[in-house]
């Protein structure tokens, strides 16, 4: 099982980036999905997710009509498109996978809902 992350880069504020998470090995419609960051010297922190079987998405308070998460079955990859980004979105981002189960709304916003990651993809947005 494999999770990699790709599409980060150096932007300027206000500008635009898509993050892409092809997963191998795993099928992405049958977990629930993830976004998260980590700044330098600072904790991981949720950004987004898609839940397990449906379209229903949630989002961090400070991306939230901003970034948008979604899903390509067919291709078993999953993006989150970045728009009028910020110099304090710049971080490393990962994307995650759930178990197998159903997790409650809550708790995709939890890390250790999530037991598989990707390597991560550097993002910088320039003031």
């Known amino acids: 099982v494999q999770l990699q992350a790709s599409g980060g880069g150096l932007v300027q504020a206000g500008g635009s980036l898509r993050l892409s998470c092809s997963a191998s090995?795993?099928?992405?419609?049958?977990?629930?999905v993830g976004w998260f960051r980590q700044a330098p010297g600072k904790e991981r922190e949720f950004v987004a997710a898609m839940r397990k079987g449906t379209t229903a998405t949630y989002y961090g308070q400070s991306v939230k009509g901003r970034f948008t998460i979604s899903r390509d079955n067919a291709n078993n990859k999953v993006y989150l498109q970045m728009n009028a980004l910020r110099p304090e979105d710049t971080a490393v981002y990962y994307c995650a996978t759930t178990g197998m189960g159903n997790p409650i709304s809550s708790a995709y916003f939890r890390l250790s809902t999530y037991p598989t990651w990707g390597q991560g993809t550097q993002v910088t947005v320039s003031s």
């Open positions: 090995g795993l099928t992405i419609s049958s977990y629930g």
